[in-house]
């Protein structure tokens, strides 16, 4: 280190200064373009959606009528949209702990040693790979009344004999969506919560059988407590993406019968695109931003303190 | 890689778990051997009840009358260009910022990678109308550029994250050779750092292509015109007229999903680490 300061300092200052910008116009130089492209597609677009959830907005976008909160106290008063809301937070709870649960054993069973290990990690990949709507429409061919897999396995198992219209009855269609959701994460879940395990030191794993901790203790006052920034990631990643997530539903159910699975993200997409009440839509945007940023601010937090030294 | 050393003496706990992970394994990959099945059905055996796992004659057929049947080259193509050039244009905006991010020390340097890891939280949904809007007075409805500049945004916190990370790793005496040598700051990126850190813009280009590849909310309010629609889509709008042609649909999907399945084999372990990025340390 010492050296090379030196050797840096003895060369000729003014030919050096000439040559190169300063570390700080260079930096703006090398930032400029990542940050354009961030302030038209993401900075730009909020601030307008924030902008038209405050005026009657028609289908082309243009601004009508200011209308001050009014969009936000019709989403209060609209049963479709509390009801919508009220949904997002159970499907992404529900699916964001029970894919972290399975995930966390799924991940601790691969990276410890057993025939097929290899087999299995690649396995994995496959639905990771697999886009939402192909997972979306191949569980619709599973949920098919006549011909389908689901009902066939049902009545294998000989839950009931019935004909089961999977997506035409909420109260089977939303947790069938569940599990998908599910279903869906723990790939990419598993896998992420690995490469945390593969990161805590064997030397930690020896010292604690040195201990006399096996079995269960071992995962829980060595593993857990060594894994929690990774869990604290994945669960956070995994809030915000259940929470967006649109192809599942879109591609199963278009979030009905008659809005009876609509989740926040479907009902704004059928607001703003099918009924043409932009200004609404944007309201509902403007509400989801409100609650992802709750979910950034913790988020950043973990982030900042265990990475970011 | 270090393997957790198993606890001899609960030998029922493990064969138990081990039950148990196959199980969920087989749980998460029969959908796959339900497609497989499908896509290798003929008409008449899809309204076959029980359904049938080996159809009488393999259509293996289907993987060449798919291609009649959807317009999947279309598809297919638009497909390609759209996670290509969204990846490419990911590439050339975010490999500078990473190494930047990694090399570089300036005031706002802290602002800025906290804006990245806040942006990464952002939902494509809140977006859309605004983007929308904004395609729509550009006159971009209906063009490849719409979901190109909108995935190679939806992709830069993520690839900006991964590749600062990736650039940090590399050993301080690249930087001082070139300095030494005087070479100017994008040389030595283009000509010094960029070759060392191939793996890891490899695995970040990947994860840009692939997030572009599989998107369908932007794709399916951008772009309605039939002959631009990329698979996602395309494969979408299949379903729902008079009778879905199932086998041909499990067909066109196996094809859509074979080169990000390959894409993943081969940055696997880097693309995972990568996601957790730092949190992995």
């Known amino acids: ?72 106290l019709g989403l209060a008063t609209d049963p479709n949209f509390t009801a919508a809301l009220w ?98 994460s723990i790939p990419p879940t598993t896998l992420m919560l690995l490469a945390g395990l593969q990161s805590i030191e064997r030397d930690l794993y020896e010292a604690a059988a040195l201990d006399g901790a096996r079995g269960f203790v071992v995962f829980r006052d060595f593993t857990l407590p060594l894994l929690r920034p990774v869990l604290a990631v994945s669960i956070l990643l995994n809030v915000v993406f259940v929470f967006n997530s649109f192809p599942i539903i879109w591609t199963m159910t278009e979030g009905g019968p008659a809005g009876a699975t609509d989740t926040l993200v479907t009902y704004l997409y059928k607001l703003g695109f099918k009924l043409y009440n932009v200004g609404s839509a944007a309201a509902v945007a403007i509400v989801i931003f409100l609650i992802l940023l709750a979910f950034a601010i913790v988020h950043t937090r973990l982030m900042w303190r265990n990475v970011l030294r | 890689m270090n393997d957790a050393p198993y606890d001899a003496g609960s030998r029922l706990m493990r064969l138990a778990s081990l039950a148990l992970l196959w199980i969920i394994l087989v749980v998460i990959l029969f959908p796959f051997a339900e497609m497989i099945s499908t896509s290798l059905k003929s008409q008449p055996d899809l309204a076959l009840y029980p359904p049938v796992w080996f ?140 070759p060392i850190a191939m793996p890891g813009i490899i695995t970040a280009m990947t994860f840009a292509f692939v997030i572009a590849w599989n998107e369908f909310l932007f794709a399916v309010t951008f772009i309605t015109d039939q002959d631009l629609r990329p698979l996602t889509t395309g494969i979408y709008t299949f379903v729902g007229r008079t009778q879905t042609l199932w086998q041909f649909l499990m067909a066109a999907s196996i094809i859509s999903i074979i080169p990000v399945f390959l894409g993943f084999l081969l940055v696997q372990r880097r693309l995972v680490s990568g996601l957790a990025a730092g949190a992995v340390k």
Request: net charge positive; glycine share 6%.
């Open chain 1, 1 to 72: 280190m010492t050296q090379t300061a030196v050797s840096i300092d003895a060369r000729p200052p003014a030919r050096a200064q000439r040559r190169r910008l300063s570390e700080g116009a260079a930096a703006i130089l090398f930032l400029a373009p990542s940050t354009l492209l961030a302030a038209t597609f993401i900075l730009y677009p909020i601030l307008n959606t924030f902008a038209m959830s405050l005026f009657r907005v028609d289908q082309f976008g243009r601004f009508k009528a200011f209308r001050g909160l009014a969009n936000y």
């Open chain 1, 87 to 184: 949904r997002t937070v159970v499907w992404t709870a529900a699916v964001v702990i029970v894919t972290t649960v399975i995930s966390l054993f799924l991940a601790v069973m691969l990276n410890g040693r057993f025939r097929g290990r290899a087999l299995a990690r690649g396995l994995l990949l496959l639905p990771w790979a697999t886009g939402l709507v192909i997972v979306g429409l191949l569980w619709r061919w599973m949920a098919q009344p006549d011909f389908g897999a689901l009902g066939h396995l049902v009545t294998t198992l000989h839950i009931t004999d019935q004909r089961l219209e999977w997506l035409a009855k909420p109260n089977l269609a939303f947790p069938l969506m569940v599990w998908i959701a599910i279903w869906a």
């Open chain 2, 55 to 194: 159809p009488s004659i393999p259509q293996l057929g289907n993987f060449i009358e798919v291609w009649s049947q959807v317009p999947l080259a279309t598809y297919l193509k638009n497909s390609v260009i759209i996670a290509g050039g969204s990846m490419v244009l990911n590439g050339i905006v975010a490999i500078p910022a990473g190494f930047a991010l990694a090399r570089f020390r300036f005031p706002g340097r802290q602002s800025f990678l906290y804006a990245v890891v806040a942006t990464q939280m952002f939902s494509p949904v809140v977006l859309l109308l605004a983007t929308f809007r904004m395609m729509f007075s550009f006159g971009l409805l209906n063009t490849y550029w719409s979901v190109i500049f909108v995935n190679a945004t939806t992709a830069l916190p993520f690839t900006i994250w991964m590749l600062t990370a990736y650039f940090s790793t590399i050993p301080r005496e690249i930087e001082e050779a070139a300095i030494l040598d005087n070479t100017g700051r994008w040389r030595m990126l283009v000509d010094h750092f960029v």
